[in-house]
């Protein structure tokens, strides 16, 4: 009897390989498709994760940044007050941030949910101020120094003529404010004459921050004090009788050395801050420079 269980024809077993090859391709096609689908959700994931953890680092920067400037701000109203010591400049800036911080923080609190705390340590670097309801005629005798902050107030219904000077050592700048029947006329020196007509309510000329407040004069600059210059002295020239008073910042904790030796300030602060959420936290102390956005 003759068996009918040939062996498969070449033809044949090529045919079989084909279809295992076939049939094995397709699956390693699935396999590498699920591996890609993972490895992308795993992608996204750390994607989108690092995209948050950017957003909180950039809030903190932000919150960090916002906290400087509020500090600044108290620093600058503490300076005026006639504090006897630096302990007692330490005390208010201590209080007054941490009022600071709560309102930020009821501010900011829905858009960016995070605690954060904020202390005062204290200044860094001292300074003496001058809060003056009088016009003095020597107001700075103690340099050279820099200049954090001067302004003139004016009761201008009272002014004749007052003249304003600084010295560094390039020389001396003088601004000029004197009353022609119903105007006020500024003359900063080596310009053209401002002139405004006012009715006799007071004007603050701050020559730091180079703004009139009390009166909308365009184009007229009192830039009179450079935030980076060291000023020998500073004095007004009052001709007439004028009713008004100044405020003066120096650097430095020697006595200003004018009419008056002017009270302890901060020229820079020292800050502990924390900002915590759940998913960043961060710690650490830095100085804000107190007059730094003069600069």
């Not at 591996?35 to 957003?55: D, R």
Request: with cysteine.
């Amino acid at each position: 009897m003759v068996s009918d269980n040939h062996p498969p024809t070449r033809d044949a077993r090529i045919g079989d390989r084909a279809q295992l090859i076939l049939i094995a391709a397709i699956a390693l096609a699935f396999i590498i498709l699920g591996i890609v689908v993972v490895f992308n959700s795993v992608l996204y994931t750390q994607t989108m994760s690092s995209s948050s953890s950017i957003e909180t680092t950039s809030d903190a920067q932000l919150a960090e940044l916002e906290m400087a400037r509020g500090v600044r701000g108290v620093a600058q109203e503490v300076n005026l007050d006639s504090s006897p010591d630096l302990d007692g400049v330490n005390s208010t800036l201590e209080t007054n941030s941490e009022a600071f911080v709560r309102q930020y923080g009821n501010a900011t609190a829905e858009r960016r949910p995070a605690v954060v705390n904020l202390s005062a340590i204290g200044a860094n670097e001292s300074a003496r101020a001058i809060n003056s309801n009088t016009i003095d005629d020597n107001i700075l005798g103690s340099g050279p120094r820099e200049i954090g902050h001067f302004s003139l107030e004016l009761e201008s219904g009272s002014v004749d003529e007052v003249e304003i000077t600084a010295t560094d050592s390039s020389g001396s700048d003088t601004i000029s404010v004197r009353r022609e029947n119903d105007e006020l006329v500024i003359t900063p020196d080596g310009s053209s004459d401002c002139r405004f007509e006012h009715n006799g309510d007071p004007i603050v000329f701050d020559f730091t921050d180079d703004t009139i407040i009390g009166a909308t004069i365009p184009d007229c600059s009192i830039k009179l004090i450079e935030p980076t210059n060291n000023y020998t002295d500073i004095s007004i020239n009052d001709h007439g009788d004028a009713d008004g008073g100044y405020e003066l910042v120096a650097r430095g904790n020697t006595n200003i050395g004018g009419d008056r030796s002017g009270h302890p300030a901060a020229w820079t602060v020292d800050l502990e801050y924390t900002y915590d959420t759940s998913e960043l936290s961060v710690e650490r102390e830095f100085e804000v420079d107190v007059y730094g956005d003069r600069r």
